[in-house]
């Protein structure tokens, strides 16, 4: 079970044209680790924003579509209503609770 959105970021990789592959996908940047035996594409590598020798920080510009993080996330309008929702409860139970006891 590798994750679907990791598998996709992969075969973009590996793919002939990584870099619009990687930014449909919402990728920005990519750290490259050399020495690891993964060959990165030259048109890749010259876009290295941090060069340590071993790392590399390549900035493939801005992603044509939002991250998978964002992608995934609920929508924020249920969220909220369920957490009003959640709190219109706790603090009704609070005062049902003082009322019986006092």
């Known amino acids: 079970g590798e994750e679907p959105y990791l598998a996709e970021v992969g075969a973009a990789l590996s793919g002939h044209r990584p870099i619009p ?3 449909r996908l919402g990728v920005r940047f990519v750290l490259v680790e050399r ?3 993964v060959g990165v594409p030259y048109d890749i590598e010259e876009r290295a ?7 590399a920080v390549i900035d ?3 992603p044509s579509a939002p991250p998978a993080s964002v992608r995934d996330r ?3 309008v249920p969220v909220l209503a369920g957490d009003l929702l959640a709190a219109a409860l706790m603090i009704g139970s609070v005062c049902a609770i003082r009322r019986k006891s006092g």
């Open 21 to 23: 592959a990687l930014r």
């Open 49 to 55: 924003i941090f060069d340590s020798g071993d790392l």
């Open 60 to 62: 493939l510009g801005s």
């Open 74 to 76: 609920p929508a924020r």
């Open 35 to 37: 020495g690891n035996g």
